[in-house]
């Protein structure tokens, strides 16, 4: 009977690493956050509570048991000493581009994101990103921190310039945020994200790493999260956004800010879970393969 | 001044069994949940928490009041001896039934629609199954169980035969209950709620039974419940599906899976009472009685 | 260093009371609720949550820095004593309103709309009264008390009179409120708050008062208020239905039954901080004076 | 199958009125509460909670249900107008002295003691009263307020006395409290509870009010509670505090300040519900009648 | 950088199968809870806090790094069939008693105890049984069901007979319950645990079957319980009483009744960790094998 | 009417900071926390609740209203960078101790204490450092981190030296820690706080800075702390404990850890600002002054 009991990875993500299309990684950092902290918890919260899940989408059509994925644990990082955080994190990821794995992180707040696209950007140069949120994390820098989560797109920009960076359902941030992404660095439509498909149907098959920082959706459906913001969308609504990327080649992406403990119901970890089953069934049935 | 007390009934729930054209009934059983159980305390926080619900609903210009309603209070169960305990619920809606009531049911767990079925079908062959739920409950058995609130569908389905099942909202299951529902047995509206009307329309003046899975609305509206699955409905939108069946000879009811202490803002609760009054309301005006 | 320490300030509302446009008053005050009372923390909880606000909006793209804004504390109040409590919240406000600033109350239970609209009316005559609200609070008495959340805006009928106040999303209530409103004493939005716009053409340049009880929202926005009411606006209807408003005089406002300690999460809070930030901007940019 | 059901009484509690020599009844009132208000919900937790109690003492190796007790369930009571509330409850508690039965009342706040002991009195002149407590409750207002749960044993100092009240774990108050009481006002044991057998000794066959506040318990053990107070008993100190009343003619208890929501696990009204059921027996068992 | 990642073992129970001397089972069963179910997420919580615990004890002078211990996971369990659930946890606890492993296993409900000692009664026909609870668990039978965590200790009795179980700590029952163990079934130390020690020294070399139901713990060390009784130990007192077996022969032990999210501070589980770390560490360093 | 709104001060602490003689900080920063964050909230939460505290300490027969106390409100630190994070707070001190001001700051985690013990050490060369706290906080680092919560003490070693640290309560570390400590490096008693007085007497009337690691209290007294710790103080042995404190020149003080979001009930903050009136009393009842 020994093998009847269950082992605690993400539901149906029981590949070996070496023969995994995908690997799930829990990046549990969350030591820039300004306001309430708790994401370091997320990887964990998902993985147990993905046990309520089904693997099967009837989204998609789609089953995670059809699938090679292996759920490689949670990153061990050291907390106040932001720099040798990142380091770590973006080594691990540089192993898995290098094994071609595609890359699913969950956060962890939102600047774990730089590290991850720096590790693929220097396999893909030409990478866009598609970042769904609400918040532009665009300042220059925050209380004079340069690497920090309301920084972080900022920084990304550096590595992958101009028009490289779509944001969606933008709805708070400074002034001089909103003035700099008009000025084209960015491509951005607040408060919503109807024009997904314009986006896909721009980059092609270019490589895109898809950044969901969960507070793009409406407190009501996440509350679980560090710096609630009133006004976003619905969780159908993000699906439907999230569909919209199906012919995209997904090279990698993350679910950041998730903090269930914010969140005793549960729901919140539900609903990030639900997200990821879509989008690991969206990376592995991308047409272009990681290499 | 000693009958100033309150009686800790469902509000305005106070006729006596005999002179009552509904009895409300309490099955506080969750002994077949898989994930995370609680929907035991679901009809004790109702009748609590019906103290803040207004007995008058504004959109059915009628008040509970203007009825004659019956709170039994709870079902006394054992826990561990699944059998025993379908038993004694369906002996005791059989009772009722037999009385000429109307029943609706406060769950505990969706397993509670078996027995209350097994019941009512005695009295009324031809009876439909309407369900509201996000789960198909559709599966064969569940880890080689049979009687489980993940089965339980499928077990009503044996009693009520083909097209006779109508299922709206379904978001979730295994590929395998899916294709089974499509083979003809069951009729299913995937995601959404809107063909309400035309399967009233078709059920016309024959006896149905309300199944209501609190699942089926989104999780920002019902964090409280075991098996949270996000993309579900508004309330406003299964209000107005409810309303649909205001022609129906409805000769039960249950509302299941209400899990209060998932969400101690008491919110799901709050759903519920609402849902309960409208549904008591529209049996009561239903223009067919349940003789 | 010691000028770097933060005051509990609501965010940007750091100006002195003497050069303030805006005044910001916290009434603790819930003792008539009937149901759960709780609102009294909501002052507080609103200033310590508005540390995770933008001061800039980018709906009306204007920024709280930009304004002269005052936040005057909680008053201190006794409770047990309604009258008493009453008493002090209209001199209080009358003292703002005879220093001639816009002011804008949080509470606090409903009733404390009351003294406020007292003070106010004694400068502007023809009062309007806006409301946003799930419960229409037009009882003539509640077990026999008169002043009480329940009744608070017949109340403030007897003082502004027929055809002044505007009630918008009422969804709960007694058959005899309903009926009373309909007499032609106030006009009622059931529902919804789709005819917002109409109102305010018709009120033009009078003065308006705002009165803003927070459960116009669902319970899925608002899950922490003390008397849940299903089937609310979702937050970007109301925000919407707000911006509608920016043409009128607003020469005072609340926001009242925040619960902030039935949403443990802090989303209702930061839905109550968002509103504030917007209605500060709305009161600020009126193009007409309050004097 | 109809008598299965469980009636939410108070564990044991179901003997008629007529039938009963103690009773039991429920007072939600928590008007004057100047801090965090929420013992109105004791009362309906209590009962519900019961469900989880054994009907046995091993303590005192005696049983709930060899004895006739009566839920009388709560009174309605009107918020915002203490003097009515405590009217009603006056006129309540009187009721049922005239028929003789002994009275234990659940809170609510410290206030409702006052009209419970007024009705009392009027039956026992030299009525004795035992407060366990961790506030002294001696103020002789309350920013102005004379009825308040933080002047109460003031007010029933007027009406029975000096020499009277007899009050154990006190940790809490003004100076003046503490002076007030040394001037030989009441006999006040502060922080511990250790002198209760010397006041049984005292006392003798006298009737005796109990009043117990929740909060003599150790934040640790009551954490549910309005006014939390570190430093109190444990719960075995207290339970052994009240054996030592077992030879005392106890006509009337009341247990005040449970705020059961403020603690979701339970464990606090838990402990109400326990100290309940040794109240009980102890009354019951008392060898002086109330007559 | 891949071996950086941390497994979610309870913390350094990371030895192979083969090579461990003691195997950490999982067993989230919960199915016949009359109370509060919950139990269930027992194990995974432990596991998961188990992060916050330091491998080393200073009660011990000794490391959890030191032994050999492989953390096996969670049995998969169908609910609602109770006899099916109780043969899969014999079946796996008698395989490991085959490989002749320790085993200690963390529930889920006490029923879970039942199979355990099934298994390990095979092998060890003399096994003493220590019970440390709150509840006697001796009813003959409980609503008529014969297998339930309020039966299960006279279920255990049926099995090892008359002098072979010692319970600590006893302090709610049926009065049948008590009078039974006096007739002399069981060694019954009630409210208490001084009398581990004689109780040691009378077991000598004998092998031992330790359980520990965590309700044994006052309800302020553990809310976090289904069926909370005050009055309990205080954690220093019951750390005491296990030190007290350190000379024993225990073959194998549990810990159940933990239901961690009735206790959202995590303190519950922090108990139920470091209880668990002493246990292993006792088990480990005893002086007989387990052959 | 306008000077009736309360300051959100800690209550009492209403001097000006040139009249102060103990200035009252708060230092929100827990960016080195390892396990679970939170205790940035702290200084809020403490700020907020001693709403509920009465002035006056029935222990010490002495009342904050008799005092010059300053709530010079939160430091505004970056998160991510806690080389400048801890800059801020020692330059925040320095200037205090120039004012010649007592400085007593809630953090925050316990590496806030560092900054602290280096401004004050500047000033005092001879300063011993008492320490009430659960873990050791000794290490040498923690994951290669040399600033960090778990290595604090260590750090402060390097200041102060051989036999100037006073360790009590300690309960957890690793091995190396308590190894490390016997050698001579700090004075610890493990488990309890009973030799505090010795310790006084050694002292003598040299500087004291005491360090109050809030979860040196049981977890059931305080589970809102970051990392619980079972088997702890209870509240009134840790009282009396610093009672023994009372001869003391206690130039500078921190109560730390305290991670109110974690403990819902609000006791372990209520506790916290307990102890804080406690400890301002005896710092201002020093025979010694700061000079």
């Not at 991850?116 to 921190?145: C, E, M, N, T, W």
């Not at 439907?240 to 990698?252: F, R």
């Not at 903090?259 to 990821?276: E, M, R, W, Y």
């Amino acid at each position: 009977m020994l093998n009847n009991t269950l082992k605690p990875n993400f539901i149906a993500c029981d590949s070996s690493l070496a023969a995994a299309d995908l690997v799930l990684l829990g990046i549990p950092f969350d030591g820039t956050v300004s306001f309430r902290a708790g994401s370091r918890m997320g990887p964990n919260a998902i993985r147990s509570e993905s046990a309520g899940l089904e693997t099967y989408s009837p989204y998609q059509n789609s089953d995670l048991t059809q699938h090679a994925i292996h759920d490689l644990g949670d990153l061990e990082l050291p907390y106040g000493n932001t720099g040798r955080a990142l380091s770590i994190i973006e080594a691990t990821v540089a192993d898995l581009v290098g094994m071609s794995k595609k890359v699913l992180c969950t956060g962890g707040e939102h600047l774990i994101t730089l590290p991850i696209i720096k590790a693929l950007h220097a396999k893909h140069p030409g990478l866009h990103v598609i970042q769904f949120d609400a918040h532009a994390d665009l300042r220059s820098d925050y209380l004079g921190v340069k690497l920090s989560h309301a920084t972080v797109i900022r920084r990304v920009w550096e590595i992958v310039g101009d028009n490289k960076i779509w944001q969606f359902g933008i709805r708070s941030g400074t002034r001089e945020e909103f003035a700099w992404s008009a000025e084209g660095h960015t491509i951005m439509e607040k408060f919503t994200a109807d024009s997904v498909k314009k986006a896909a149907s721009v980059i092609g098959d270019q490589p895109v790493y898809l950044t969901l920082d969960i507070d793009i959706l409406d407190t009501s459906v996440v509350p679980g999260t560090g710096t609630p913001e009133p006004g976003g969308l619905q969780f159908n609504q993000l699906l439907q956004a999230i569909m919209e990327l199906s012919q995209l080649n997904i090279v990698g992406a993350d679910l950041v800010e998730l903090a269930p403990q914010l969140d005793i119901s549960g729901a919140s970890t539900a609903v990030a879970c639900k997200l990821l089953r879509e989008i690991m069934l969206l990376m592995l049935s991308s047409k272009l393969t990681n290499q």
